[in-house]
């Protein structure tokens, strides 16, 4: 394997010297011409819509939630682009994964589907409503009650019997990590409730937007200086915190309290963001370029990982414009990481590993600049079309700030959406032995790499 991506990554960087994706970020039609080639790249990477495959799904090794990332990121290619050519695909998947009980809980995802999980399909869903991306037909889910459903799920999970609170990873007790308690699945929560409380104005999301904050410090999964740090185990009482920093655990806090900010208007929400900012701003940018720092540096990033940037980009950008304040530190940190992502996106890889335009495919670390590095895939694909379409957001334009239901949203709510915990349990069946090596196999591997995270932080 290894032996394989070397080869490759040489070929691929003669072949960028020739090709490569050519950007100039002073012209709207250069960035959106960008957008649409690395966005075509990474399409093709899908294959759910082909007869026979399942709508939603990204073929092994991608797990279920990074295609919502992807189509939640798709939904913002469509407002930033206007290019309607995935729109159709995007509804698709999205409605499809809904599941039985329209609330991102298929029953086929079962045995990997965490909060977290559920989490990108319903943050996809609620940028839909935000963006006015178009409704599918009534009788179908809508947008803004899939976002509520799981909302309203994840209130019925809140555990105050460990932690004093807190989501835990896991939904289900028979999966591994249902002991482990995480900043990435509270975020979701999070990030949720503070964007349905501006989306309805519906004080319920504002509280529990508080109530996530107010456990999310006293746990110290958020410290004094705003480190993020990914999560414990609820045995210890959630006192052993794995350190690792992860881009997307940032961001999505960043964006959350930008949007506390922008209902608010507290002076309170406006400190937590400036603090978030700072410490985003001071850890994860080198040059002005984002790294992720518990693994790139080091090459250990997996397959998730290698997506985790682009989402910070999607909520830096979303701060900037939701805390206009923090647009003049922001912005120049996503246009500087796009440049140096574009730059990345000069590979050739075979076609086994990209079947895109030749010369357009995205490697991962945006810091070698031009030294295309061979690491292809959905992440590094999505996480360069998310830093380069996000420099079509423009200071103070009125047109690409998300909508709420007094601003134009056409979204349709449903504030009982949801199912509760105990209908889903009972429901599932039996686990099989094959499957629970599996699950467990994929557990480690996260386990491991969290500890290397805390490990190569404290070297730091
Ligand atoms: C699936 O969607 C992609 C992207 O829109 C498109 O290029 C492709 O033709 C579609 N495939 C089928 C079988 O419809
Ligand atoms: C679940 O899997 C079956 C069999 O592959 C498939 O037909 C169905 O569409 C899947 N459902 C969802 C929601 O993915
Ligand atoms: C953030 O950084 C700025 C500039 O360095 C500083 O003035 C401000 O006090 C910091 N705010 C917080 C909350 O850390
Ligand atoms: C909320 O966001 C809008 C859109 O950018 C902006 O006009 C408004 O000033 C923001 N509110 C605050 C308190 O910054
Ligand atoms: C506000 O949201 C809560 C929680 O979902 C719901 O119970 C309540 O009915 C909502 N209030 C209004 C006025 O929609």
Known sequence: MGRIMKATSILSLLAGAVNGLQVDFSSDDSIK?????????????????????????????YFWWEAGAMFGTMVDYWLLTGDESYVDVTTQAMVHQTGDDRDFMPTNQTRTLGNDDQGFWAMAAMSAAENNFPNPPADQPQWLALAQAVFNEYVGRWDPATCNGGLRWQIFTFNNGFNYKNSISNGCFFNIAARLTRYTGNQTYADWAEKIWDWMTEVKFIDADFNIYDGAGVEGGCAKISQAQWTYNAGIFLHGAAVMYNVTDSDIWQ???????????????????????????????DIDQQSFKGYLMRWMTGSAQLAPFTFDTLMPLVQSSAAAAALQCSGSPPANE???????????KWTEKNKFD????????????????????????????????????????????????????????????????????ATTAVLFSVLGGSFFVMKE
């Open 33 to 61: 011409q960008a957008a649409s080639t690395v966005a075509y790249g990474l399409l093709k990477y899908y294959t759910g819509n082909n007869t026979g495959d399942t709508p939603g799904n990204l073929p092994d090794p």
């Open 271 to 301: 400190q937590r963001v400036q603090g978030l900012m700072n410490r985003t701003v001071q850890h994860f940018f080198v040059d002005g370029v984002a790294v992720e720092q518990p693994c790139e540096p080091f090459n250990q990033c």
């Open 354 to 364: 990209f079947r895109g335009d030749p010369g357009t495919a995205c490697g991962f």
């Open 374 to 441: 061979g690491l292809v895939g959905v992440g590094q694909q999505m996480s360069a079309l998310s830093a380069i379409q996000y420099t079509l957001v423009k200071k103070a334009e009125v047109a690409k700030v998300p909508v709420t239901a007094s601003t134009g949203g056409t979204s349709a709510g449903n504030v009982n959406a949801g199912a509760s915990a105990e209908t889903k349990i009972y429901a599932m069946p039996a686990i099989t032995t094959g499957e629970r090596v599996a699950a467990g196999f």
